[in-house]
């Protein structure tokens, strides 16, 4: 097996994927061997440039994946650090989440969240009740 590196991959169907690789000659039939693959767009927003990061395949929990080179039209190193260092934190975010629950994000106060249910509903029924009573 070859040296492993940061790629991104541009498949037949279109998919761009940003991966550590290695190639392996296989017996005279090469396939790339990607670990960890990822889709990355990119946003423009109000607030700059913010990268969306996400699992190729999103319903497996495998981490090693082989893509004929018949499936690939174009690969190329990556050596924006930017990048790298995305990928690295969404790895490794990712792999301290799995053996709590795969596929399971707790909510806390950046995504919004503020309060359990019944907790918001207690104060929006106290708001509404003060505001009866100064109508009254």
Known sequence: MGDEFYAIIKLVSGEEILSIVATDDNGGNPVLILQNPVI????????????????????????????NFDKIITM?????????????????????????????????SKMGYISSVEDARKRLEDIFKLKDNKES
């Open 40 to 67: 990355i767009k990119l946003i423009q927003g109000k607030m700059g440039t913010i990268a969306k990061v996400k699992p190729w395949i999103e319903l497996s929990n495998d981490d090693f994946y082989i893509v």
């Open 76 to 108: 190329t190193e990556l050596e924006d650090m930017n990048l790298i260092s995305i990928y690295d934190e969404y790895i490794s975010d990712d792999n301290k989440s799995r053996p709590e629950s795969p596929g399971r994000v707790k909510p806390d």
